[in-house]
């Protein structure tokens, strides 16, 4: 499932097999973004503009509930 919030709204939708997702007719304003599927850990990301000709979050991915980000070495 995938939801976005802000400016007084909210509204869901689920994405197609491919993973894609779109929402129509929201104002333009900045919303929090949220991505839910079972045994997959949940991500939020704030601050996303809706706008007209704004139309690509870019890719997200969602980690396994028991996967563990890599230590970051410099």
Do not use: C, I, W
Not at 13 to 29: I, K, L, V, W
């Amino acid at each position: 499932q995938v939801r976005l919030a802000g400016a007084g709204r909210e509204t869901s939708t689920q994405t197609n097999a491919e993973g894609d997702f779109s929402f129509e007719t929201m104002p333009t304003g900045v919303y929090a973004l949220a991505l839910e599927k079972a045994g997959l850990r949940p991500l939020r990301l704030d601050g996303v503009l809706v706008a007209p000709g704004v139309n690509d979050v870019g890719t997200l991915r969602l980690s396994e509930l028991g996967a563990r980000a890599d230590a970051l070495r410099g």
